[in-house]
């Protein structure tokens, strides 16, 4: 691990900053303001169909990065000519207009799964900069009105799947996940100039490695906590160092974590079991401070889990939702959803889960001892659209993203 003391001592103090309080409306990165899938929105339309579209805007190539959302504009990445191209959008949130479409990185593209793609990973904002990542195509930053301010080559990122990755803005430091099948590493690089202030090593993944770091309160610090193919690792988020690690079950680590009450949730992607471990812990804690596992059979899980007040939900690939109780994580039900492929992760709002599929029908479910299903809803999606991003709440809309268009539903504003 290396690190820049100038700039560790510039992100130690500004982490010692307060929090910055996002205003109504803004969602400002992955997993949005809470970094947990929860919105503090009420009135937000549980139930729509095609005359609930504001408005619809073709997007430029193809991508599956959710929209970001700050004041009046919405952030999107997409790939141009097969991954040849990379490029950041901005669409005016009233009236779906691009506003600016600037090119970010251009040549020979690397292998990529066809679910994934070369523009997958969500960008992230804080009203100064737009952050956004690329895996062999990089890591960007702009101004919010679309100039570029800095690049950074990271790496090939070798193997045929790809990378989505989030970046996460904290502070004055932007962190991002490098996992890949060789040289795997977590960074945080200066986010007015894009240079080091740490850069620590991870596990190296048998397949690469696709989930977002994810920031949390574990009480006496703050943690960037990151699941893995064969761990999920708490680190210190001004040094890099890592703090904790605990051994998963079995592999793929795409997921996000859920954090609350004191853990976070964790699955690994591949059929296995559904875990809580303790934050605050120190080494190898594994035995020490996993607060409970259940053994997790079905499809693969590829959204992440979603904690809404003592329940626990995940849902797998083909659609199968199960609730656990988030504090001993016994099952409470387990039932099927409205569709018959599940990529995108949950939002949370008013208490309520939404879940979208691939063909962008979503459900909402009222998190309890029992499955309840309060709305289903088709966005009427176009032939061909997959959906593979997560929905977006702001301001009473929800903002849905299929591969190549950009839907508003709700009231206009």
């Known amino acids: 691990m ?25 969602w400002p990165g992955w997993r949005g303001p809470q970094h947990n899938g929860h919105t503090s929105e009420s009135g937000l339309p549980t139930k729509w169909d095609t005359k609930a579209v504001v408005w619809k805007t ?33 669409v005016e949130r009233t009236t779906g207009k691009i506003v600016w479409e600037q090119e970010a990185w251009a040549g020979a593209p690397e292998p990529s799964h066809v679910m994934n793609g070369w523009a997958s990973a969500t960008c992230a904002t804080d ?99 990151l699941n893995g193919e064969d761990f999920v690792i708490g680190y210190d988020p001004t040094k890099g160092t890592e703090l904790w690690r605990c051994k998963s079950f079995i ?34 804690v594994t035995k020490s401070h996993m607060a409970w596992h259940t053994p997790r059979k079905g499809g693969r899980d590829q959204p992440s889990p979603i904690l809404v007040g003592d329940y626990l939900i995940t849902a ?29 992760s949950p939002i949370a709002a008013n208490g309520l889960v939404y879940y979208q599929s691939e063909a962008g029908e979503t459900s909402v479910i009222e998190p309890g001892p029992t499955f309840k299903v309060i709305a289903e809803s088709n966005v009427g999606a176009g032939p061909g659209e997959i959906f593979r991003a997560s929905l977006t709440p702001s301001k009473g809309q929800i903002f849905s993203r299929s591969q190549s268009h950009l839907y508003c539903l709700g009231a206009p504003k």
């Open 58 to 90: 073709k997007l430029p190539g193809e991508g599956q990065s959710s929209p970001v959302v700050w004041g009046e504009r919405i952030f999107l990445t997409a790939a141009l000519e097969k991954g040849k191209k990379r490029i950041v959008l901005c």
């Open 127 to 225: 009203g100064e900069c737009v952050i956004a990542f690329f895996g062999k195509g990089g890591l960007h930053a702009f101004s919010m009105d679309g100039k570029k301010l800095w690049s950074r080559d990271l790496g090939q990122f070798p193997g045929p799947w790809g990378t989505c990755a989030c970046p996460l803005i904290v502070g004055d430091l932007v962190i991002q996940n490098c996992d890949s099948i060789k040289d795997p590493f977590i960074i945080g690089v200066d986010k007015r100039t894009g240079k080091d202030v740490w850069k620590t090593s991870r596990p190296t993944p048998f397949r690469g490695g696709w989930s977002s770091p994810v920031p949390v309160d574990a009480g006496t610090r703050k943690e960037i906590v």
């Open 316 to 344: 797998d690939m083909t659609g199968i939702a199960t609730c656990y109780n988030a504090t001993t994580g016994k099952v409470l039900w387990k039932e099927r959803l409205r569709g018959t492929q599940f990529t995108s």
């Open 2 to 26: 290396t690190r820049s003391l100038p700039y560790l001592m510039l992100v130690v103090f500004a982490c010692c900053l307060p929090a910055l309080v996002h205003a109504d409306g803004e």
């Open 251 to 284: 592999g793929r680590g795409e997921p996000t974590v859920a954090p609350g009450k004191g853990l976070v949730y964790v699955i690994n992607g591949l059929v296995g079991d559904i875990y809580a471990v303790k934050l605050g812990g120190s080494g190898d």
